[in-house]
């Protein structure tokens, strides 16, 4: 294993910081050739023996950097990964080669990207990148299809093939005007905060990593030195060690102060890189020009330590005026040199850009009359000019700004208050899951154990009823996302209760609220319950014309109004929903197809097989489109799929079909899973209805203890597995006889 570096570990880290981002052979060389003597003898020390220390196996060696003088050791196209074939290199970083392929086998025709590790790379961050990608599931994130290890035992990674260009780069070529750039940005910032609500920081975005597709869509990439803040249960996935000061894995220009500094991560950093990134989206200049690949730390932390210029000082006259207020305070609220300071969390960040797309006023921005009078006149243009042409007297003017100025106070102070809530809980959450350092060894944290947690404390917040009411409300949210619809049940009652308790009322968090509580008593069969919740959440929302989360609650009203029996009210508002949902840009088509889906089962349930069909197309259509080829949504499709072939009579595709939408389901959430507990029985009712009733009461009787183990005894599902057990065996027994 390596010996300690006797240089200044700070400037070897620089150099091996500058061989990663160089993007070839020649660049590194050019990297090591600038190297003093000393330095240069320092780094190939350390390359050639952590080289040598990964051939004898020591998995614990550092994450190598290779040097210029290290023979290529890649897989050729035409090479066989898997179940893929490669066919040409379209990327090489300090870890790994990634490569355009397409499937080998005849299951399907797809092109992917595989991520292989190089023979020299520390294989531990690798598999944690396998691990974080795994666990992201969003439109704007590259999806992680499958993965593996090669005849030779390097890991691999098959991911979805981003066509696209990086960011930056498309913004020019397209001569993106400001406000595209900000739409860009406000996507790829509201990408960043769902990794950071999966307690995931990328650590390291760059233009390279954000790439934009021909329909002007943005996807991030490369999840690969993030640094996961709560950890699986996979076995080959070691802890690390502590970082030592030359293993920190950053780009210069791109990484936040506390990165340099190497010091422990949080969000923040994040939200500094975005921060850049708007920056250069904004100017085509870096904020901090000196801060490049081959500078010392102490260089970059010296640099870093000052507020970067404002955007509007660094371009052109012409474009000063744009940019000049609002985007210089939004671009310094990201990029401040305290963490503490920056904004909050990258959903705040999105948040004050839609403020500014839409001529509201930011939250980081000071609050004064006059800028929030500017604002109002720029949304209301036309009825501002009618107002000043009717401002006919002095006296009319004054009392007229008088009465602006209270609302506009009242405004402000509704804007701080939310602001300080949101950052009182994110704090208190961002508390709670980095309280364990990840790098010292101590009990892993649980999902379970952080949730309790994070009830228990909550009590804190007693005397702050808003803050204490949102908090509740996401915990709940959580419970629901994990299917622990009974521990969600009282933190959301509470939350709802403390949400009518607000004075003044807050209607749309009252909604959310409403909305997943309808949702845990649906959950719970308690029907009436839940259409009543839904019914009042619906006429918030409407109130508020918010069309997407009206949509929302249509759509959850017709889940219950089906399972009321009420089919033909449950295909209407399952019209509604998607009347409201389709067609606007703002709608997730994932929600959407759920949508659709749910129309689907209406429609079957009403013996309308047609046009079920047709609604269950149009769902496969946009999971197929959004969704790796074996997710659970896609599975569910498939399953609802078959349930309409069975109904046609052709039993042997429903079953063909069931059985591959089990091995999903095991696959991907796990044997004792509600989903795949009922996707088996539900094999079991197409052998019961194909004539195979002891085959069916078989696979029930079987399933049955697994049920009560798994879900309970009184659980939805383990008593339909019962009732159907008991009819499998009624028929069963008939045949006998």
Not at 35 to 54: G, I, N, Q, T
Not at 558 to 582: F, K, T
Not at 599 to 620: F, G, H, K
Request: charged content about 30%; proline content about 6%; some cysteine.
């Amino acid at each position: 294993m390596a010996e300690m570096p006797s240089s200044d570990p700070r400037q070897i880290e620089a150099a091996l910081e500058a061989l990663d981002a160089a993007g070839d052979e020649a660049s590194r060389r050019r990297v090591l050739d600038a190297l003093a003597p000393s330095l240069r003898a320092e780094v190939d020390s350390l390359l050639a023996a952590e080289v040598a220390a990964d051939r004898m196996g020591f998995l614990a060696a550092p994450p190598a950097r290779l040097s210029s003088d290290l023979p290529a050791d890649e897989l050729q196209p035409g090479q066989r990964v898997g179940a893929y074939r490669l066919e040409a290199v379209i990327g090489r970083g300090g870890a790994g080669v990634v490569y355009r392929a397409s499937r080998a086998d005849d299951a399907f025709a797809q092109s992917v990207a595989i991520k292989v590790l190089r023979p020299t790379s520390g294989s531990r961050r690798f598999l944690a990148e396998r691990q974080i990608l795994a666990g992201l599931e969003h439109p704007g994130i590259a999806r992680l299809l499958d993965g593996g290890t090669t005849d030779d035992g390097r890991p691999y990674l098959v991911m979805e093939l981003v066509d696209g260009v990086p960011i930056d780069r498309w913004c020019r070529e397209t001569n993106a005007s400001v406000e595209e750039r900000l739409e860009l940005l406000w996507s790829v910032s509201r990408a960043v905060a769902y990794a950071h609500r999966r307690l995931i920081i990328h650590r390291d975005l760059k233009p390279s990593n954000i790439l934009v597709t021909a329909d002007g869509r943005p996807k991030l990439l490369d999840f690969g030195i993030a640094k996961l803040l709560e950890r699986g249960d996979d076995p080959g996935l070691d802890t690390p060690p502590p970082t030592a000061p030359w293993q920190r894995l950053l780009t210069p220009g791109w990484a936040s102060p506390e990165q340099v500094r190497g010091e422990r991560l949080t969000a923040a950093c994040d939200v500094y890189a975005l921060g850049v990134l708007l920056f250069v989206l904004l100017t085509d200049l870096p904020p901090h020009p000196d801060v490049i690949a081959g500078a010392s730390l102490e260089d970059m932390e010296r640099a870093l330590a000052e507020p970067a210029a404002r955007p509007s000082d660094v371009v052109p006259a012409p474009r000063r005026r744009r940019l000049r207020g609002d985007l210089d305070v939004i671009v310094g609220a990201a990029l401040h040199p305290d963490a503490e300071r920056r904004y909050a969390s990258a959903a705040h960040l999105a948040d004050d850009l839609e403020r500014h797309l839409e001529a509201r006023p930011v939250l980081a921005r000071p609050d004064s009359l006059g800028y929030r009078l500017g604002k109002l006149v720029r949304r209301h243009r036309v009825a501002s000019l009618f107002a000043v042409l009717l401002a006919g007297a002095v006296l009319a003017s004054s009392v007229a700004l008088s009465v602006a100025s209270v609302r506009l106070a009242r405004e402000r102070d509704e804007a701080r208050a939310e602001r300080d809530k949101s950052a009182r809980l994110l704090q208190f959450m961002q508390d709670l899951f980095i309280e364990v350092d990840p790098w010292e060894p101590s009990e892993e944290p649980t999902v379970r154990g952080l949730l309790d947690a994070g009830r228990e404390r909550s009590a804190a917040f007693a005397d702050e009823p808003e803050v204490h009411a949102a908090l509740l409300a996401t915990l709940g949210r959580i419970e629901l996302e994990l299917g622990n619809g009974e521990e969600a049940v009282p933190l959301l009652e509470n939350a709802v209760a403390l949400q009518r308790a607000r004075r003044p009322p807050e209607p749309l968090a009252l909604a959310a609220a409403l909305s997943d509580l309808g949702v845990a008593r649906r959950y719970a069969e308690r029907f009436d319950d839940a259409a009543a919740l839904h019914e009042e959440a619906l006429a918030l929302r409407r109130s508020l014309d918010v069309a997407d989360l009206v949509g929302e609650s249509l759509g959850n009203l017709a889940v219950v109004r089906r399972q009321q029996g009420r089919l033909e009210e449950a295909i209407a508002l399952g019209h509604d929903a998607l009347a409201v949902r389709r067609g606007r840009s703002t709608t997730d088509p994932v929600d959407l197809s759920i949508t659709w889906a749910n129309l689907a089962v209406a429609l079957t349930e009403a013996d309308r097989r047609s046009e079920a069909a047709t609604a269950l197309d149009e769902a496969l259509r946009l999971r197929r489109r959004h969704l790796p080829p074996d997710h659970p949504l896609l599975a569910s499709a498939q399953s609802h799929r078959a349930r309409l072939e069975m109904l046609a009579g052709d039993t042997d595709s429903a079953i063909a079909m069931l059985s591959e939408v089990l091995e999903t389901y095991r696959r991907r959430l796990g044997p004792e899973h509600p989903e795949t507990l009922r996707s088996e029985g539900n094999l079991a009712v197409i052998e019961l209805r194909s004539g195979r009733a002891a085959d069916a009461a078989r696979r029930l009787r079987a399933l049955e203890p697994r049920a009560r183990a798994a879900l309970g005894d009184d659980a939805p599902i383990t008593r339909w597995i019962v009732t159907r057990a008991l009819e499998a065996e009624s028929v069963r027994d008939r045949e006998r006889e």
